[in-house]
């Protein structure tokens, strides 16, 4: 490969270069400066600076190749219409086969925005003086106007389409209600829901991250630039719109779903369409313990129905892998940044995310099973609380949320209440008013005879004038009266002294110290179920501390609080009890926060405030996301294994057409493109043949009959290899290792290891006679 078109003084092999992508895509922090420093090293001669950039523009002729070779494979398989990548992503959640159960949900999907992909934009420097520079100047960047590989990336036009609405106009006449309430407070404890943070540029990058959408396997599904910014609302709203026109029903995991949501349902041209796909916006559940309790009932997926047991946190380890991206883009280029991202996103989908497919959907269904293996201990706990029903917990629920709802803002039967005993002193004053006017509504006479009459006729119209605005502004007042004795249907009016008038008065001279002590007690009670989650068993040493973190940032809020209700307290007649803030940390249990006997409710005693109560109600709803899990899983593993069997008929039968129709090379390349997933193939059978063995196990692991069209081939006469799927479950001896899978993967019996070596052999022998033929 000659690094320049005209008398080349450096060439590469192809060999060394696709070493060198094969490398690089494995340990992606390995940069091209220090491969070629090391084939110097190998071929003994000194490094030179410029072999660098020689072997760059090698490469980049390499990959241009290898996607124009990939193109013309598409092509003939006829896998080159619009998102036809996006649409076969990922085969376990879209393969559809006939006669399947329904999903409510069929695609969770999770996205999240990562600032480590940063690049640098270059930029001129200008100088003010000799010798001093000042702020960078203009840009220094060359156009260029190539294109990465493949459909990943969504243009930045499209994402600046969603950025022309603001929040203000996006919230807009969004409706009040119990929805609007749920991320309640959730603000400020995310800086990309903070409008100051997110619309701040950086001045030294141009691309200052990435905003990705993947599958809940793993599968890059599409991914947009982050540009000058930080994580603003556009670039999850151009994605969520993209995914929905393009794949109907969709459900998404954001660490700030609950104002997603919000966005989404107020957004006046996706609104429409995300109620249409049933669009459905949720926590993801690491993020989830830094929101208020209300936001995590509401929108967490243990407390969803139709989602199982999924996290919705898939792109936090799809960026502990791709962080190391970031070390080799950070200085390069528009299109050899795209080139990278894009070039490593099609080796994690076909070398992780599908190599580990079936590792996913065993532990999935691992876990499942363990869960619903809990069942007994809840029917234990149930009898020791006189629950008869789980239908009880569903009861719980309902009453947490309404409680939560409680202490976000006053009842509106109060509010009224007090308004009217407002409007009513209002009146009253008005009233009086009225008729100190009506006494000085006698003939004016001058003060003295050197007052002319031009000044008595001033004084006597100005004082007409100030009786005609006390009727009016009291008229005013007696309307505002009668209305909301209207609205809360009062036949007789109030009067002073009246039970209702003394409770009303109460109510208002209490008002600052109830508002103080219902956030005070709603931050408290959250803080205290929180903690019985850090102590409870299971929970991960990352996870307590992200809980520690999360309590320790909500500890702000709690002191802030605090000092608000001891200042109403201590105005209150009689004065109230006032909190020492070591005695608010320390509450651990309900039971001894006293302050909740003044509250409007008193929990203590409830049930599902209680520890045993909540470990139980806590217990019943993960026992339905499994039982829900297992039902997921059961739709997926089917589509699986069909899509395996179809994929290698569908490529084995063009292969031959190809060479019969004198494209040698063509079928050459579908042959290495069939062996890039099919070498996994032997090893995801295995896998579910041994996860079939497992007890409880409900699934098919028998191919099925795909709803598309696409892949339907004439039969072949030697069968495949996901064909093989029953044989081997019933020749295969019950596993008897241990949870992790992969640990498991040498223990098949000598008949299943024969069968894997014959399919390699035939494989090979495919390759080889088409290698031969070309």
């Not at 998404?252 to 989404?264: E, L, N, S």
Request: aromatic letters at 8%.
């Amino acid at each position: 490969m000659p690094c320049s078109p005209h008398e080349p003084s450096v060439v590469v092999t192809v060999r060394v270069l696709e070493v060198f992508r094969a490398l690089q895509l494995c340990c992606p922090q390995l940069g091209i400066q220090a491969f070629v420093r090391g084939i110097c090293d190998l071929h003994g001669v000194a490094p030179r600076p410029y072999l660098g950039q020689q072997f760059s523009v090698t490469y980049n002729v390499y990959l241009s190749i290898r996607a124009e070779v990939d193109k013309r494979v598409r092509a003939v398989l006829g896998r080159d219409t619009p998102n036809w990548r996006l649409k076969n992503a990922c085969p376990a959640c879209m393969y559809k086969l006939e006669g399947e159960a329904p999903l409510t949900l069929p695609l969770i999907t999770t996205q999240d925005g990562n600032n480590s992909m940063k690049r640098f934009l270059r930029r001129e420097q200008e100088e003010v003086l000799p010798g001093i520079t000042a702020a960078p100047g203009a840009s220094k960047e060359r156009k260029d106007n190539r294109v990465a590989p493949g459909d990943f990336f969504l243009p930045r036009e499209d994402v600046n389409e969603w950025g022309d609405e603001g929040m203000d106009v996006l919230m807009r006449g969004f409706e009040e209600g119990a929805e609007q309430d749920e991320g309640a407070g959730c603000d400020e404890r995310w800086e990309n829901m903070k409008e100051d943070v997110t619309a701040r540029a950086y001045g030294m990058y141009d691309e200052t991250g990435i905003f990705p959408a993947l599958c809940r396997h793993g599968f890059m599904l599409v991914i947009v630039d982050m540009v000058k910014s930080g994580e603003l609302e556009k670039y999850g709203l151009t994605v969520i719109n993209h995914l929905i026109r393009v794949l109907d029903e969709v459900a998404v995991g954001v660490d700030i779903g609950c104002k997603t949501g919000k966005m989404v349902k107020a957004h006046p041209r996706l609104s429409q369409l995300a109620f249409d796909n049933k669009f459905r916006c949720l926590v993801g559940s690491f993020h989830g313990l830094g929101h208020s309790r209300l936001c995590q009932v509401s929108n967490l997926a243990t407390y969803v129905e139709r989602m199982g047991l999924e996290d919705c946190e898939g792109c936090e380890s799809w960026f502990s892998k791709s962080n190391a991206l970031a070390l080799t883009t950070r200085y390069s280029t528009v299109f050899h940044r795209h080139q990278a991202i894009a070039t490593y996103i099609q080796h994690t989908d076909t070398c992780d995310a599908y190599q580990g497919l079936t590792v996913v959907i065993g532990n999935k269904y691992r876990r499942a099973l363990k869960i619903k293996a809990g069942l007994p201990a809840l029917q234990d706990a149930m009898r020791s609380l006189n629950v008869e029903s789980r239908d009880v917990f569903e009861t719980w629920l309902a009453k947490e949320k309404r409680y939560l709802r409680s202490l976000s803002k006053e009842p509106a039967e109060e509010t009224l209440e007090m308004e009217y005993y407002q409007k009513l002193v209002n009146w009253q004053e008005h009233e009086c008013c009225v008729h100190e006017m009506r006494d000085l509504a006698a003939p004016f006479l001058p003060a003295s005879a050197d007052a002319s009459y031009a000044e008595a006729a001033k004084e006597t119209r100005r004082v007409e004038t100030k009786c005609r605005h006390a009727f009016e502004v009291a008229a005013k007042s007696l309307g505002a009266v009668q209305e909301l004795e209207l609205k809360l249907g009062i036949a007789t009016r109030w009067e002073l002294g009246s039970e209702a008038w003394v409770k009303a008065a109460k109510m208002v001279s209490s008002r600052r110290y109830q508002r103080a002590l219902d956030q005070l007690q709603g931050l408290v009670v959250a803080r205290m179920f929180e903690l019985s989650k850090v102590n409870m068993s299971g929970t991960g040493y990352k996870l307590r501390k992200h809980i520690a973190k999360a309590l320790q940032a909500r500890s702000k809020a709690v002191r802030t609080a605090l000092e608000h209700y001891n200042a109403a307290a201590s105005v209150m007649t009689p004065p109230k009890q006032l909190l020492a803030w070591d005695e608010v940390v320390g509450y651990a249990f309900l039971a001894e926060f006293d302050l909740l006997r003044e509250g409007r409710e008193d929990i203590r005693t409830e049930p599902w405030a209680l520890p045993a109560g909540r470990a139980a109600m806590d217990q019943h709803f993960k026992i339905l996301r499994a039982d829900e899990e297992i039902a997921r899983l059961n739709v997926e593993i089917p589509h699986l294994v069909t899509f395996m069997a179809d994929e290698e008929d569908f490529l084995v039968h063009h292969e031959p057409r190809l060479q019969q129709e004198g494209f040698d090379g063509l079928a050459l390349q579908v042959a290495r493109h069939r062996m890039e997933r099919a070498r996994f193939n032997g090893v995801h059978l295995d896998r579910l043949v041994k996860l079939s063995q497992e007890d409880g196990f409900t699934a098919s692991i028998s191919r099925g009959t795909s709803v598309s069209l696409e892949r339907r081939v004439p039969p072949r006469n030697v069968p495949g290899l996901a064909d093989a799927a029953d044989e081997r479950a019933r020749r295969s001896a019950p596993s008897t290792g241990g949870d992790n899978d992969e640990d498991r993967e040498g223990d098949g019996d000598v008949e299943a290891i024969a069968d894997a070596f014959e399919n390699i052999v035939r494989i090979v022998h495919d390759v080889g006679a088409t290698e031969e033929t070309g």
